[in-house]
């Protein structure tokens, strides 16, 4: 019989995207997504389209903040892997309505605490966020370093819901792992990211804003190499303290708790300039900018390291930039005619 894993936010982004592996490797999958409109719903409805016609899928439609409607679609799929990746996400978005951050990352986060509390998966899996890391200046960014100075709201929501997690994992005993994403990339990606807008911006023949007058640098994350680490950390379940036996260098590993924090980046921080001409070089041409200040709660570099996952899993993400940009340029044209 075919484990079942519950995912959230399975019309988003990277939702699609894990949802679409776990129904290759033959996992029943129910995906619950409240469509919402922060970026074009017929983008999402065409993920959740492509879903629907595969089977071992079931959507629901419905909110996290509906405690009521959660829960329900929770108790109903019975899985035994929960994976939360729907979130108000964007961090200048937060800027703008930082409310919705409350409602979806916080209020929604405890209704699905509350959800998994009930069901007791083997394993409950959390998306969280680089952001967390906020003003740390040591590079790369390890998952023991400290992440008590967030940025913005949107970094802070995600901080509490590891904290939240942790909480429930210790009062509950729910194996839990949190995942800290870098800058994630790829096919079918949202529309906020800055690869998406700079390609949409250079085929319409528009200038693209280049923030901090390009001196910046990101993890830039593969998709595809961000729901295979998932996947595999799928397997990797927190154990009890009194289970946990001698602790990996660097864990992260509660001393009071089935719980662990894990990045999932590329190890490899790219310049925005050398990202932009990877962009140029896909498109076939070169791109007009327009040079800006640094935006208010953005930070000049971020970089993973990798080695937790890659002790717990045996992999490191590790997809070529100019490559997944070729590819998510490639989708583009196809999927907007262009």
């Given at each position: ?25 033959g996992?029943?999958?129910v ?5 919402t409109d922060y970026?074009?719903?017929?983008l ?12 071992g ?45 409350v ?8 209704n ?5 509390r009930?069901?007791a ?42 904290a939240?997690?942790h ?7 729910i ?23 700079f ?12 923030y ?37 260098d ?11 924090t ?5 190890g490899?921080?790219?310049?925005l300039?050398?990202?932009i ?10 791109v ?32 070529d ?6 590819e998510?340029?490639?989708w ?7």
């Amino acid at each position: 019989m075919s484990r079942t894993v519950f995912v959230t936010g399975s019309a988003g982004f990277i939702g699609f995207h894990l949802a679409r592996l776990l129904l290759d490797e033959g996992f029943r999958v129910v995906g619950y997504d409240g469509m919402t409109d922060y970026y074009d719903v017929e983008l999402k409805a065409r993920r959740q389209q492509q879903l629907s016609q595969r089977p071992g899928f079931h959507g629901v439609e419905a909110m996290l903040e509906d405690m009521d409607a959660l829960s329900r679609a929770v108790a109903e799929a019975r899985p035994d892997v929960i994976v939360h990746l729907a979130a108000q996400a964007g961090v200048r978005y937060s800027l703008e309505n930082p409310r919705a951050y409350v409602e979806s990352n916080l209020v929604g986060s405890f209704n699905l605490l509350e959800a998994a509390r009930e069901a007791a998966p083997a394993h409950l899996m959390m998306a969280s966020t680089s952001s967390v890391y906020g003003a740390n200046r040591q590079l790369p960014f390890r998952e023991t370093d400290h992440a008590d100075h967030p940025l913005t709201l949107y970094a802070a929501t995600k901080k509490a819901n590891e904290a939240m997690a942790h909480s429930y994992a210790h009062l509950w005993g729910i194996p839990t792992t949190m995942f800290r994403f870098f800058t994630v990339y790829g096919p079918w990606g949202r529309p906020d990211m800055a690869l998406f807008k700079f390609v949409r911006a250079a085929l319409a023949g528009e200038a693209i804003d280049v923030y901090n007058h390009g001196d910046m640098a990101r993890d830039f994350t593969h998709v595809g190499d961000l729901v295979r680490g998932i996947r595999l950390l799928m397997d990797v379940v927190p154990p009890a303290p009194d289970d946990a036996g001698p602790p990996l260098d660097g864990d992260t590993l509660s001393p009071v708790a089935p719980h662990r924090t894990v990045n999932i980046g590329n190890g490899n921080m790219v310049r925005l300039g050398d990202f932009i001409a990877a962009i140029e070089a896909a498109l076939g041409f070169e791109v007009a900018k327009n040079f800006m200040d640094m935006q208010k709660g953005d930070v000049p570099a971020t970089w993973a390291s990798s080695g937790l996952l890659h002790d717990l899993t045996g992999f490191r993400p590790e997809t070529d930039v100019a490559a997944g940009v070729r590819e998510f340029v490639d989708w583009y044209r196809d999927y907007y005619r262009v």
